[in-house]
């Protein structure tokens, strides 16, 4: 059996892989309906969270807020979103996600399930179960380390 910092790295390695997969896939997806990558990875997530602060926006995609601003202009000029101005503080701007946009997100995140539900059907259902609870442990051990 291998050693645990041998077993470690390569689990980082196949992370690695995997993530660019993962990257690749939605840069094909994000262009297929015609928008960046990055423009989709705000998208997502909005729907995910519900409406959120530039701010938020800024420290999700760990980017500068010039950016921030450039993938909501496009996004809101395309109808996927809309800025609201909260009515207490008209400084702080949400992005909201309209229907179009979650008709987007939808109809891809439908579109990744049937991907990985295809490949999956080579696996037995115990071996998926636990490498599902695994993957679940092991995100959540490390988002609390950061």
Avoid at 7 to 26: E, M, W
Avoid at 38 to 47: G, M, P, T, W
Avoid at 99 to 118: D, F, H, Q
Wanted: glycine share 6%; proline share 1%; with cysteine.
């Amino acid at each position: 059996m291998l050693e645990d910092k041998e077993l470690a790295g390569h689990l980082d390695s196949l992370l690695q892989r995997l993530s660019v997969s993962t990257h690749r896939q939605k840069n094909l997806f994000a262009e297929e309906v015609g928008i960046s990558r990055q423009q989709f990875d705000v998208l997502c997530i909005i729907y995910e969270k519900g409406q959120i602060t530039m701010g938020e926006l800024c420290m999700e995609i760990s980017s500068a807020c010039s950016t921030a601003t450039d993938l909501a202009d496009k996004l809101e000029k395309a109808g996927y979103v809309e800025r609201l101005r909260e009515k207490r503080d008209r400084r702080v701007v949400r992005l909201n996600i309209l229907p179009k946009g979650e008709k987007l997100i939808k109809s891809v995140l439908e579109r990744r399930a049937e991907k990985l539900g295809t490949i999956m059907e080579d696996f037995e259902e115990e071996e998926l179960m636990k490498a599902i609870s695994f993957l679940e442990t092991l995100t959540d051990r490390l988002g609390r380390t950061g």
